[in-house]
């Protein structure tokens, strides 16, 4: 099964976060916060400009597309957790 970027995005981030020790962390984070993803997706959209020079844009896309969708946002939670097991 060919991965999609984002899905390429996500697993390296997963990684990152495994690393760090906080992939519970933002699970648990973005559980919570629910419906207030959608701000901060909206922040990562007013934030491009700075934020480009320290992220890439795919990474900033894929991160709105995260917050701004609950699905979206299930399924990134799902896919740390799965990244721990």
């Known amino acids: 099964m060919m991965m999609t970027e ?15 020790g906080l992939d519970e962390v933002v699970a648990t984070f973005l559980e ?7 701000v901060g997706a909206q922040l990562v959209y007013v934030g491009q400009p700075v934020l480009r ?3 890439p844009t795919h990474s ?8 701004e969708d609950r699905q ?7 896919y ?6």
């Open 60 to 67: 900033l896309h894929a991160l709105a597309n995260i917050l």
């Open 6 to 20: 984002e899905q390429k995005i996500w697993q390296q981030w997963a990684a990152r976060l495994q690393n760090l």
């Open 72 to 78: 979206n946002t299930q399924d990134f939670v799902h």
């Open 80 to 85: 740390l957790r799965e990244a721990d097991a």
């Open 53 to 55: 020079g320290l992220i």
């Open 32 to 38: 919570v916060t629910g419906p207030l993803n959608f």
